[in-house]
């Protein structure tokens, strides 16, 4: 993957805090979310019966979340290719985690991936990650229902909040180099 870490914009607030940059309203936004998707897809009577499946996939889901606080802790401010490795890897963990828990609303949890993504590789390498998950999650679907149609009417929300979450941080992305570079020729011309 073509990422050159000099070339990505800040994803985390410079010189911040450990709370501060745990707790960024995005981050806040995600911890809501996580927690929205977790306690819906889980069946807690699954969990206390010991079904395999049910405690495979809360621990995925639970490795989501701790990968992305992972992710805000790290002090370095710069977005390099381990960060982009670890949102690839929270998007396989959704992937595993809609696989064992047949819920449907797992899937949801690609648009924090989406939006941690664009900031870490290329628009291309964000894109295709996410076709081939948002395919794979196809693919279970309609394996499920039987139904192509009622897959894509499931799929568009979410392929569009993630399209939403990645335009957004592409557009905050370019903004972020181009103030950058505006300051270097400041600098310069002073």
Known sequence: MACPDDDLPEFRPRNASLARRVFTPLNVAAY??????????VDRA??????ATEWLGAA???GVLALFVAAAVRARPEATRLDAANAMLQGVLVVVAEMLLREG???VLLIIVAGQL???????VTVGYLALANTVIAAMWT???????????????VVGFQAF??????????????REH????NAELM
Do not use: D, N
């Open 32 to 41: 809501i979310t996580w927690a929205a998707i977790a306690f819906t897809v």
């Open 46 to 51: 699954k969990l206390r019966a010991g079904v």
């Open 60 to 62: 995925c889901l639970l």
């Open 105 to 107: 609303q797992t899937a």
């Open 118 to 124: 664009v900031f870490m590789a290329p628009m291309w």
């Open 143 to 157: 394996q499920r229902t039987g139904s192509l149609g009622a897959t894509l009417a499931w799929m568009l929300p």
């Open 165 to 178: 979450a990645g335009i957004t941080g592409h557009y905050a992305r370019a903004r972020e180099v181009a």
């Open 182 to 185: 505006l300051a270097r020729v």
